[in-house]
């Protein structure tokens, strides 16, 4: 086996269709009338106007033309009508090259043609998937710049034709050398290098017979397992990396998923952490490394994303992972490389790659991973790390302070997600903003000194030096006891719920609070933090009836109904097919219906949690002095039963305007934490017009729960997020653009922003 391996590989968009299945992804085209928050409004933008702007090519004259169509995958859709004397309706020229930014489906596409504006999925079976109603072929062309051609030589151009797959094949000899040679004709450049690849098993049956016959008339076959490793790949964070080959035991991958409201499982979610520190590097006999013994010169390769990984110099993992995870948030910011390669696991043990040292390039369209010198790695790791600021904790404010007091300038007092939530009672419009309060920094450190615990991180600071990772992991653990034993300040505690009085009224005693961390050292222009901090609920109801017996009082008896139903089918779900990560759902399921939630132990977990041993890790990483970072909270009502959770990203540049992307998921399923890691999410991207917040274009690709009809945000809700999203785009003033946006679709239905902060640019 050679011990250099090479994956190269054209990742697979997550708005792309499998030929076969064209189209069936819930693609939905439509124009979004839109307010721009100042009562102007701004009408939807004609399709048809656009195409002289890049809705399509007719010819690709180079490669060049390839990435200028499709610059994020380098998969191209095409049209090929099948007569061009007449040329059907539409459809005027040999070859029709879809532009990918705008056109992720051929349907999408075609309903931009003159005469195919209404056109239904029926009606596009009919004119190019059903053999005796087909005008036009339409198929897909693909890069593979590392896969053996069978005429000698090294690259393929591969393409495919849809179909609806059945026992026949749905063409011909005849059909498959004319497509072939009007790609030729069209895109000259790649002649030498196209093949063709059948994707049902009725054409792979009939091109396996006659093998010598299509190659003696210039059509060459590969099937799709030959293209190569990496079909189905994904590139979440493109870049370059070096490291040593660690494949996480799969048994680890989720132990360590924290149950942010379990308070007997603090210390088995809190304490297996990275500490950052090589001289611990464990391995098990089978050669799999524990989570915990993971560190910033590792790349990890995975069956699928720990959520809980501290800092390392790459992840690539076998299934599928959520793009918007804080996990891929916290490696973005880094520029750390993160993809999903099929098989991974087994290629890396296959080719004796465990434990060297590699080189990794991932890309859009390739994944390479190669042996490396320890020279190259070192010049690369002294280069490649960060150093943020950390702003200076104000540390004279005392006052629990409601969200609309708030602005940019308290972040020193109360931390930045306090000081975004204050932006946003004056950015968006009542119901659309979460109401709340914040804790400030000198509440903590005031119980930080009280507690001895201040006292013992300066001694950790003193010794850090020396001591041995156990010894590290055993200092954190004893400052985090000693912030979560002492009791609160009853002070505090009586104007967190004079605070709650006044936002909830008599509700206060009865609904979930939710505590969230609002440090100086999370949601940076530079530096996130996303996921190293805890959240808590807590109830007053709970603290008043004194029986420690669960539920919670605020628990309503519809949420337990929707609970019950939901550890049902999660017991169900492992009882068929067991898993860590469904064992771990439904644990945390299983908590959220019995144990009662108390107002000053949520208050002491989020602020433990500065002190994690992974939030410990990656200030050292990031060279962030401990005694500078403080803990503010931001607390606000718990969004019980929400219909949808979402993560939006807003302000990236984008083809036709000011780009949006939404991604999200329902049934009680978390977007940046997602329980089921191999979930697919929905994605809905659009852009707004430069002159006006309307978003000119929205497209679905609808994947959630495996029912691709199942559309969480209908036209309505569409046009509410956009007018809400347009009011941020006008009336907030971030360090810069883009931003991550967090929000619930409610129980009632409103569109709820939960937070926002700055997405950090990778370095």
Not at 580 to 607: H, N, P, Q, T
Not at 623 to 635: L, W
């Amino acid at each position: 086996m050679p011990r250099q391996l090479t994956l190269a590989l054209v990742l697979v968009a997550a708005c792309a269709e499998r030929p076969g299945n064209e189209d069936r992804d819930g693609i939905d085209d439509t124009s979004v009338t839109d307010t721009d928050g100042a009562g102007s409004v701004c009408g939807p933008v004609d399709a048809e106007a656009s195409l002289d702007e890049g809705g399509f090519l007719n010819t690709l004259a180079s490669s060049d033309d390839l990435s200028l169509l499709s610059p994020e995958t380098g998969e191209v859709k095409f049209l090929l009508p099948v007569a061009l004397d007449p040329a059907p309706a539409g459809l005027d020229a040999p070859c029709f090259f879809q532009d990918m930014t705008r056109f992720s489906f051929h349907l999408d596409f075609l309903r931009t043609r003159p005469g195919w504006e209404d056109l239904t999925w029926d009606g596009y079976v009919d004119l190019s998937l059903d053999p005796s109603t087909r005008v036009a072929l339409s198929g897909e062309l693909s890069v593979w710049p590392f896969t053996p051609h069978p005429r000698g030589g090294q690259g393929v151009v591969a393409f495919t034709l849809a179909s609806e797959a059945g026992p026949l094949s749905a063409f011909t000899l005849d059909d498959l050398v004319g497509a072939a040679a009007r790609l030729r004709q069209c895109a000259p450049w790649l002649a030498n290098a196209l093949v063709f690849v059948p994707t049902d098993a009725a054409t792979a049956s009939l091109v396996a017979l006659v093998p010598q016959t299509l190659s003696d008339r210039g059509v060459d076959v590969l099937s799709l397992d030959a293209l190569g490793v990496g079909l189905g790949s994904r590139a979440y964070v493109s870049g370059e990396t070096y490291g040593y080959v660690r494949v996480l035991a799969e048994d680890d991958d989720d132990d360590d998923h924290e149950d942010e409201d379990d308070e007997e499982d603090d210390d088995r979610h809190d304490d297996a952490r990275a500490s950052g520190d090589r001289g611990r590097r464990g391995a098990t006999a089978s050669g799999t490394t524990a989570l915990d013994d993971l560190g910033p010169d590792d790349v990890v390769i995975a069956s699928h994303a720990p959520p809980e990984l501290s800092i390392v110099a790459g992840l690539l993992t076998d299934a599928v992972q959520s793009a918007h995870s804080h996990l891929n948030l916290r490696l973005a910011e880094k520029g750390t490389p993160s993809a999903t390669v099929p098989d991974i696991v087994d290629t890396v043990r296959d080719a004796g790659l465990v434990g060297t040292l590699v080189h990794v390039v991932v890309t859009d369209h390739r994944v390479a991973v190669e042996p490396a010198t320890l020279e190259d790695a070192r010049t690369f790791w002294d280069q490649h790390r960060p150093r943020p600021d950390v702003p200076v904790a104000d540390l004279t404010r005392r006052d629990v302070a409601p969200f609309d007091t708030l602005g940019r300038d308290d972040a020193g007092a109360y931390g930045s997600k306090a000081a975004w939530l204050g932006e946003l009672q004056r950015a968006v419009d009542a119901p659309h903003r979460a109401e709340g309060f914040a804790i400030p920094f000198a509440r903590y450190q005031e119980h930080f000194e009280a507690s001895g615990a201040a006292a013992r991180a300066r001694q950790l600071a003193r010794d850090a030096a020396t001591l041995t990772p156990e010894a590290l992991a055993d200092a954190l653990d004893d400052i985090r006891d000693r912030i979560r034993d002492y009791p609160l300040d009853p002070e505090l505690v009586a104007e967190i719920r004079a605070a709650a009085t006044d936002l909830l009224g008599d509700a206060a005693a009865t609904t979930r609070l939710r505590f969230r961390s609002s440090s100086n050292a999370e949601d940076l222009p530079t530096w996130s933090a996303a996921g190293l901090y805890r959240s808590a609920s807590g109830c007053f109801g709970d603290d008043d009836d004194d029986d420690g017996d669960g539920p919670s009082r605020c628990r309503s008896d519809a949420e337990l109904d929707v609970l019950d139903t939901r550890l049902d089918a999660a017991e169900a779900a492992y009882a068929q097919a067991p898993s860590v990560w469904l064992d771990d759902w439904i644990d945390e399921l299983r908590s959220d219906r019995d144990e009662e939630r108390y107002v000053a132990v949520a208050v002491r977990k989020v602020w433990a949690s500065l002190w994690g041993d992974r939030a410990y890790a990656e200030r050292r990483y990031y060279g962030v002095d401990d005694a500078d970072v403080k803990m503010g909270i931001a607390v606000n009502p718990s969004f019980a039963l929400e219909q949808v959770d979402a993560v939006v990203e807003m302000g990236f540049d984008a083809p036709h305007g000011w780009g949006v992307r939404v991604v999200s998921l329902a049934d009680g399923y978390s977007v940046v934490s997602p329980e089921d890691p191999t979930i697919d999410p929905e994605v809905i991207t659009f852009a707004y017009d430069v002159d006006c917040p309307t978003p000119w274009s929205v497209r679905v690709q609808s994947r959630y729960a495996g029912d691709p009809d199942a559309r969480l945000w209908s036209d309505d809700d569409l046009g509410d997020l956009a007018t809400i999203l347009g009011q941020l785009r006008t009336r907030l003033e971030p360090d810069h653009w883009p931003v991550e946006i967090e929000l619930k679709r409610t129980v009632d239905g409103e569109l709820v922003i939960k937070q926002v902060r700055s997405v950090p640019a990778s370095p």
